[in-house]
């Protein structure tokens, strides 16, 4: 593929992947010990370390699955270079997960220790720690990644209009208990920056492309939110996709370069109507202030010029057409506050008008222990339990993608990038016994004697030397 176009390379097919980590708690019987996150993680991974004697593993889908700090469970996705298909990856992480929970919740009961597990796809516990979800997209070497920042900052601080995941945010000294937009939006504290638990960026620039890396850079999002909602995870993504493509093509864009984004975002946060004022740095707009609607309705409608010009490869620009379709609705949903066009696909939206429902009940402030379950229990991914499940169940939450194609990305890797080799190589490797190494670009036979293969270019999904690694195994299978 020829990445080289007038101006700059554009990376239209472009690697994209997603990191989510979940929460865990065990319900206990009043007679009960109440489990602590690091006794229920250890008995969740029991079954992967009895069967890879390590926390840290690739599954056969070629995603990486661990235990993080924190004794959360994680899966990172496989490289994906559609939109539909990263969301079926990250939607089969969930299943993944769900999988060992299942396992480990019999264990428990059986040894009498708790009557239930719940995994939680959010961002903020009870006791206000922050767990993430992390975006990873492929952008180019010749790209500087702080010019790119710069440029996509007032859509990110300003993009939980469109996909926050929202939550009640717990009363505190000098504010009282109320619904925000965005889970992470309080969770950062500076723009850009190379570190990710210490000081929480926005975009991350630690230098890790997993790539070749003098073509190759990756930019790591971490101030998303975990999304439940399909049409809500395709939207925070495609959108962040079509402003990338924007900035390497040098398509025109109004600049907005936004003063203190970190005051903004925590503000943009509180006010879902968007009318939150946002001080610009020298703008070649007519404003020197917009409010954060303006500012992705701007964007929002370059993006849907950026349609007719774009090269139809990767996702599909008719797939990239609905993603627009959606922000704009949402837009209009926000700026009229009739939000019935996206009551069953935007997040936030669904959470609020559900937890309103509630309010108006209780006769109460944000503040009531119910709502705060209620927001808990919509991000509870177990099948038949969570309240996302049951409302996309009744067809309150509407779908982008299906169960089928779930299902098939649980054991089966991408088939169009590196992520096919990688997941051939774990599944001959483990048929055969082998004692094999893999990370995300090299694979490794160890023994009798050791032979590795790198793979730099994270698009193949071809390479005659798989081939040779995988006779080198059969030939040394154990007997």
Known sequence: MNFQRQKSPVYARRIMGIETEYGITALAEPHQRQLTPDEVARELFRPVVEKHQATNIFTDNASRLYLDVG?????????????TQLLNYERAGDAIVNDLAVKAEKTLRDMGLAKSLILFKNNVDSQGNSYGC??????????????????LMPFMITRQLICGAGMISPEKATTPARFVLSQRADQVWEGVSSATTRSRPIINTRDEPHGDSSRFRRMHVIVGDSNMAEPTFALKVGA??????MIEAEFDLPSL???????????????????TQVQLVDATTSQSVMT?????????????????????????TAELAKVVDLWKRTLEAIRTQDFSQVSTEIDWVIKKELLEKY???LGSDWSHPKLAQIDLAFHDIRPGRGLYDVLMRKGLISRWTEDSAIEAAVSVPPQTTRAKLRGE?????????????????????????PQ?????????????????????????KRD
Not at 240 to 245: D, F, K, Q, R, W
Not at 298 to 308: D, F, G, K, P
Not at 463 to 473: H, Q, T
Request: charged share 30%; with cysteine.
């Open 134 to 151: 992390h975006e990873n997209y492929l952008i180019s070497r010749h790209m500087v990644l702080r010019e790119i920042s710069r440029k």
């Open 425 to 449: 190589f774990l599944v001959e490797s483990r048929k055969y016994g082998a004692d094999f190494t893999v990370d995300w670009t090299r694979l490794k036979v160890n023994r009798p004697e």
């Open 240 to 245: 962040t996709v079509l402003m990338l493509e």
């Open 257 to 275: 370069e936004v003063e203190d984004p970190i005051a903004h975002i925590r503000d943009i946060s509180l006010d879902p109507t968007g009318q």
């Open 71 to 83: 004794s959360h469970p994680e899966i990172a996705t496989g490289e994906c270079d559609r939109l």
């Open 292 to 316: 954060a609607l303006e500012i992705q309705t701007v964007l929002c409608q370059r993006a849907e010029a950026w349609l007719e010009h774009r090269p139809d490869e990767g996702t599909p």
């Open 359 to 361: 309010r108006a009940r």
């Open 452 to 476: 590795v293969v790198e793979f730099s270019d994270p698009f193949i999904s071809e390479d005659e030397r798989l081939a040779g690694l995988i006779d080198y195994i059969v030939e040394h």
